[in-house]
């Protein structure tokens, strides 16, 4: 007899490998005060991840957290399964994770080449085959690199600063406000090169305050607030949330939305 039972059909599973996981962190930079509490956080290989919410939300804390530069209290910090919480920036380095923050994060007073040679002070071996794929993201840089990072606009600066992250081959790059500060042309400028950072196949995740652009261009982003994470969801999904347009993009989210 046949069977007559329906077949139940589930929703397609993301095989991908995890790179970074964040399970109930709890961080903070003064004794006995968090900022993080609780946050959730998973990003797979190839993903483009990212992090709005309210100032004071711990967004750029999360970041921090996960390069050894918040004191984490409880919680866990995974890069391809392994624990990472404790670790010194170096170990973090070698273990793919890459850091560019949202101010001083250029030698102002060393040349573009010298900044990228700085990002390989551990494997100086693969200059040559790193600078070839960061000039296939920031061809402009390839012409310039004798130029003294101090004279680059704030845009071009942080093209150098992703550059020099990316130079290790890293298994996810961090990224810090990457629009904070430039003129809005430079602002989509920004966004398209992480767009193409991304593309190129290396996993990212991004805090931003442009939130309604960060939705536009990511896979899946989550909400911070109050040091947890409110929401979760794709890009798409976020911008046409009614809480979320509501709590954290305002009237560009509705307008976005319409």
């Given at each position: 007899m046949t069977d007559a039972t329906e077949p139940v059909f589930e929703s397609p599973k993301d095989?991908?490998?995890?790179?970074?996981?964040l399970t109930d962190v709890h961080a903070g930079y003064l004794p006995g005060v968090n900022i993080l509490n609780g946050a959730n956080l998973v990003?797979?290989?190839?993903?483009?991840?990212?992090?709005?919410?309210?100032?004071g939300a711990g967004k750029s804390t999360l970041l921090k957290s996960i390069f050894g530069m918040v004191h984490v209290r409880s919680g866990?910090?995974?890069?391809?399964?392994?624990?990472?919480?404790?670790?010194?920036?170096d170990k973090l380095v070698k273990r793919g994770v890459a850091f560019v923050p949202q101010t001083n994060n250029v030698f102002p007073s060393l040349t573009i080449a010298e900044n990228l040679q700085m990002g390989?002070?551990?494997?100086?071996?693969?200059?040559a085959e790193r600078l070839e794929f960061v000039t296939g993201i920031f061809a402009e840089l390839g012409k310039r690199l004798n130029q003294r990072?101090?004279?680059?606009?704030?845009?071009?600066?942080?093209?150098?600063?992703?550059?020099?992250?990316?130079?290790?081959?890293?298994?996810?790059?961090?990224?810090?406000?990457?629009?904070?500060?430039?003129?809005?042309?430079?602002?989509?400028?920004?966004?398209?090169?992480?767009?193409?950072?991304?593309?190129?196949?290396?996993?990212?995740?991004m805090v931003e305050q442009n939130a309604r652009r960060c939705l536009q261009i990511c896979d899946r982003g989550y909400v911070l607030d109050q040091?947890?994470?409110?929401?979760?969801?794709?890009?798409?999904?976020?911008?046409?949330?009614?809480?979320v347009i509501g709590l954290y993009l305002g009237t560009l989210g509705q307008e976005d939305a319409a």
């Open positions: 095989d991908r490998e995890v790179i970074v996981e990003a797979r290989q190839g993903e483009l991840i990212g992090i709005i919410g309210p100032n866990e910090i995974t890069v391809k399964g392994e624990s990472i919480v404790g670790l010194k920036a390989l002070y551990q494997n100086p071996k693969i200059y990072a101090g004279g680059l606009s704030g845009g071009e600066r942080q093209m150098v600063a992703m550059s020099r992250a990316l130079m290790m081959d890293p298994s996810v790059l961090l990224l810090d406000e990457p629009s904070a500060g430039l003129s809005p042309v430079r602002q989509d400028d920004a966004f398209i090169r992480v767009s193409d950072i991304n593309k190129a196949g290396v996993t990212t995740i040091g947890r994470d409110a929401y979760e969801g794709t890009g798409r999904d976020l911008l046409n949330d009614p809480k």
